[in-house]
Structures are given as C-alpha cells and as structure tokens.
C-alpha cells in the first residue's frame, strides 16, 4: 500500500533562518507531488508541484523553494523564513495519470517562525 | 477567475442527525470533483469523489450530489456522528488539470 511521510512534524523556528521541510513517498512510482500552505482556519493554497525529478512547477511567487532530487522525495525550503511564513505544510500525491486526480495527504508539517 | 467556495464557514448539527455541507464551484468545464475531511491537526483524508457524467454518488454513510446546471457540489453525511467534526474541503478539477480547493466548513457535532 502506498503511504506518505513528512518530518518534521512540528518545528519552530526564528527569522531569517533557513527551512528544509521533506516529504517521501512509498509504494508507487512517478508520482506526481504537491507542496500546499494551509494558514489557521484557512484553505489549502498549492505552492509547488512536480511530476518528475528536478521538475518543479511553482504556483506563486514566495520565499520559498522546492526540489525533487528523487522520485519519490519532495523537499521545501527558504534560504531565509520570514513571519508569514508560519502555517501547515501539507505534501500530497496522485497518481501520474493526470495532476487533477485525487490527492493523498501527509501529516504535514506545523511551522511556527518567531 | 476559477473559484471553488462554501456557502457556510460552520455548520453545527445534531448527533444522529443528517449533515448537508455545500459548496459551488466556477468553472463549468471542471469534470471530476473531490470531498475531503480534515481533523484538527492532520492532513485532509478522502471520503468521496464525483465525475461530471454523474449527479449523485453514495459512499457508507456519505453521499455527494452534483448539479451541473447550477454548479453546485453537496456532502450528505447520513447519522452524523461525534467522529464527523472536522473542516470538510471541496475540491475541483479545473482545466488547468490541478486542483482548486474551496475554504472549508467546519462541522461541529452537539452531543
């Protein structure tokens, strides 16, 4: 069965440090890969998507970045966080039939930036 | 531009009463649609999805409704239970191919 991890799963962290934020998935191949950004009480806002190594899609302009070095690793980072930056980082994935199939979830990440 | 809302931020029902959750979307060229359920704390899960050549679907104690004409996309949840409170997201397949999610109604559940 297919399942999805991130770590870590909590982090606090101060202005202008960096962020390395990961995601893996197990169980199926050639995945496609989302990064969404979900703020207290909020929808979910996509940030990044990828259907295959070293192919990033990004969806708004941001602080942020991401890489996919394997095909089924997914990675956010910041050089340098800012405040609003804080949310709920959540990575899902779907089948590479077509990137509007359903997603499956992780846990996500809480990130507090101080 | 694309949109997919809610017509209510919270929706507070009785136990073992039935739950309608609401939600309209824009596009009428969108041709799949998703329900998803989010527990505080964790990530959105899957209950149920609907394709645009249906207009209802039933799942175990779920069932989605779309009307095309009026673009309108519903979650029935029969006999709602305690275990039912969460933020119940929309979702749309837009031409673009990715999703659109709307911005959630929570469901609360009185005892």
């Known amino acids: 069965s297919q399942t999805i991890h991130q770590w870590p799963a909590t982090l606090v962290q101060p202005v202008g440090s960096p962020l390395s934020l990961e995601c893996t998935v197990e169980g199926t191949s050639n995945p496609n890969l989302y990064w969404y950004r979900q703020a207290a009480g909020r929808g979910l806002q996509l940030l990044f998507y990828s259907v295959g190594i070293g192919q990033i899609s990004s969806e708004v302009p941001q602080n942020l970045s991401a890489s996919r070095p394997q095909d089924r690793q997914f990675i956010l980072s910041s050089k340098k966080l800012l405040l609003s930056d804080s949310g709920f980082y959540l990575c899902?994935?779907?089948?590479?039939?077509?990137?509007?199939?359903?997603?499956?979830f992780g846990p996500g990440t809480r990130l507090t930036v101080l | 531009g694309e949109s997919v809302g809610l017509h209510l931020p919270t929706l507070s029902v009785q136990e073992g009463d039935n739950s309608i959750i609401n939600c309209a979307y824009s596009?009428?060229?969108?041709?799949?649609f998703i329900w998803y359920k989010q527990e505080s704390g964790k990530g959105p899960q899957f209950i149920i999805d609907i394709r645009s050549n249906m207009d209802k679907r039933q799942g175990q104690r779920v069932t989605v409704l779309l009307n095309k004409t009026v673009k309108h996309l519903s979650l029935q949840i029969a006999a709602t239970q305690p275990g039912d409170s969460a933020v119940y997201f929309c979702?749309?397949?837009?031409?673009?191919?990715?999703?659109?999610f709307g911005q959630g109604t929570t469901l609360q559940v009185k005892p």
């Open positions: 596009n009428s060229a969108s041709d799949y």
């Open positions: 979702a749309e397949n837009s031409n673009t191919g990715k999703l659109i």
């Open positions: 899902a994935w779907s089948t590479p039939a077509g990137l509007g199939n359903d997603q499956l």
